[in-house]
Each structure stands twice: as C-alpha cells, then as structure tokens.
C-alpha cells in the first residue's frame, strides 16, 4: 500500500475532504434539529398560530395594543384563485393582510382617513423598502386605500381575547 493513500484507496487529501463533508452533514443536522425543537416553544409564543386560523373563537371579542403607524399598499388582481402563505385562496372578496412576521390568523385594525378595517393575517410580505403591509384588493377598498396605492396607514395589532 502506498503511503499516499488510505486504507480505502483514497488519498489522504480526498480522506480528509471525506472527513470535513462529513463534519459538515453532522453540524447542518444538528442545527436543523435544534430548528424543530424551537417549534413548539415558537407555537407556545404566538397561541399556536401557526397556520391559517381564526384569530377569535365565536363569542369572543379581539382586545388590540396601542396605535401605530407604517406603510401599505394593496394587492390582487394577478394573484387571484392563488394560494396565499397562509394557506387561504386570493379571491377579489377576500378581507386579509401579508406581513413578513406576525403569524397567520393575527388580528390587525388598519385606520385610514377615518374607516377602519379589520383584516387577518394570510400571506407574507411586502418585501419593498418602506412598507410594513400589503392589504388585499378587498381590505384597501374597506379604508379606502385602492384608489391611492400606497400610504401610511394606522395600525392594530391583536394582543388578546377579551370576554364581553
């Protein structure tokens, strides 16, 4: 056996690559695994919202934090019979909101010149600088919204249920 090569008949360079895509493959199990184990306490935090869901059983009213503002626009028209993050189906009548974090079936309040609308969470997104929502085509036109495109809206978010 030359001393170049290992047991295998691979060269001590190749062993070595061996050994290191090994170590590699362990270290992205391990993490993938310590993902799955962040599961149920992530669930734990948000209610376990974790897909599309009611916000509020029946009966129950939506208490919502303190007023903020950011930006929104809207969307749709191309998107419609589509599947959304969430899991719900874009229709022209569909009242919901994409954000990038908050978990799907998040009760959020929009204010704008006056109206209100109040609007699960059911997709993800707007991934453009400067706006925090993307309302859909049903949800602009309750506040309003449609005909300006983009805004700066006042917002809602839900933080409990609240028995009336």
């Known amino acids: ?36 184990a962040a599961i149920p306490a992530a669930q734990a935090a948000t209610g376990g ?3 599309y869901e009611a916000a509020a059983p029946a ?19 191309g998107l419609w ?7 719900a ?6 009242i ?8 799907c079936g998040t009760m959020v309040r929009f204010t704008y010149e006056g109206r ?3 609007a699960p969470v059911i997709d993800r997104g707007p991934y453009i600088k400067g706006r925090a929502w993307d309302l859909t085509a049903a949800a602009s036109e309750a506040i309003g919204l449609e005909s300006v495109g983009v805004a700066r809206v006042g917002y809602q978010v839900a933080v409990e249920y609240a028995r009336p």
């Open 1 to 36: 056996m030359n001393p170049a090569t290992s047991r295998h008949g691979r060269t001590q360079t190749s062993d070595r690559f061996c050994r290191l895509r090994l170590r590699t493959a362990i270290a992205l199990i391990a993490t993938a695994l310590a993902g799955f």
């Open 116 to 118: 209100t609308v109040t």
């Open 81 to 87: 019979g589509r599947s959304t993050a969430c899991g």
């Open 49 to 51: 919202a974790s897909g």
């Open 89 to 94: 189906v874009l229709r022209p009548t569909t």
């Open 59 to 77: 009966g129950e009213e939506v208490a919502f934090g303190p007023m903020r503002y950011g930006g929104a626009s809207w969307y749709g028209p």
């Open 96 to 103: 919901g909101v994409a954000h990038k974090t908050l978990p």
